[in-house]
């Protein structure tokens, strides 16, 4: 396996005495999409700052793309807090550029990698726009080119869609996607589990600051599937044929059932067919990240 991009081992945070992180261990894989989850207060944002060198663990070390974090690595990062912050009377352009002049980039660079940015949002003409004139979603916008703009290792996006409309989280969807395809590793913090199961492909789960759950998201769903099968057939069902599966719902046409292993769902499928069953659809229903959640958190 390549070298993960964040190798995160044994992290301790404590804020006078309540424990917001502890012993907290995990690997983001390099050039994956990987989701950082878990309830309100569980760590996150305790595990970000320590990640981002905005405050210090008390205990364990991180690792970035193998070095031992380092005062360099900020350039390395780009950081979308959930509280967005960026100065109202500031104008777009001149805000973006001194943004990028702080992550490293000569006055130059910044200039033309803004200027693309803001073209390919179709924003080119909000360059002396003030902050304060945009609006919550178009101010989303500016935030996102300021944390890609240095193009860093490794991207942290906190709820990067909240007050988006849907054609602007598609576009910035589409963005993520991109950068990843470019290479860049990215993490992303949400409590919408619909947008884990579309965008993510490895998570973490803390809840009391504690890893309670990881790994890649189809391999968890597949940890706590618990061997529901849905079908849609045409006909009557034969008597018996049911015997070995435990009936969970029962629509005309459309059955769940439960099985024993995951194996016994062929059984069933045969003997379904070699009966005379006009089988429509056949499929396994795994459980949702959201039901995963709810089960580890409770
Ligand atoms: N500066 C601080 N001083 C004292 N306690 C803090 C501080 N920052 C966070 N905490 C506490 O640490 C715990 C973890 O908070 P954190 O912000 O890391 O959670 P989170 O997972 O990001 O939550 P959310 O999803 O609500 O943003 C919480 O109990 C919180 O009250």
Known sequence: ??????????????????????DVSFEVPAGSIFGLLGPNGAGKTSLIRIITTITRADEGVVYLDGEKLNSRHPEEIGYMPEERGLYRKMKVGEHLTYLARLKGLSAKDAKTKISAWMEKFGIEDWWDKKVEELSKGMQQK????????????????DEPFSGLDPVNTNLI???????????????????????????????????KGENVLEGKVSAVKDRFKQNLFELEYEGELPEGLL?????????????????????ESNT??????????????FQEIL???NEIFIRQVN
């Open 1 to 22: 396996m390549s070298r993960p991009i964040l190798d995160i081992q044994n992290i301790v945070k404590t804020y006078e005495k309540h424990v917001a992180v502890n």
């Open 142 to 157: 500016i935030q996102f080119i300021a944390t890609v703009v240095h193009e860093p290792k490794l991207l942290i996006l």
């Open 287 to 289: 459980p949702t990240l």
């Open 268 to 281: 069933l499928l045969r003997a379904m067919l070699d009966r005379g069953v006009f089988v429509k659809g």
């Open 243 to 263: 015997e070995r599966a435990k009936v969970i719902d029962q629509q005309p046409g459309r059955l769940t059932v439960q099985v024993a292993e995951t194996a």
């Open 173 to 207: 969807k589409d963005e993520i996607h991109s950068l990843r395809g470019k290479g860049m590793s990215i993490i992303f913090s949400t409590h919408r589990m619909e947008q884990v199961e579309e965008i993510c492909e490895h998570i973490v789960l803390i809840n």
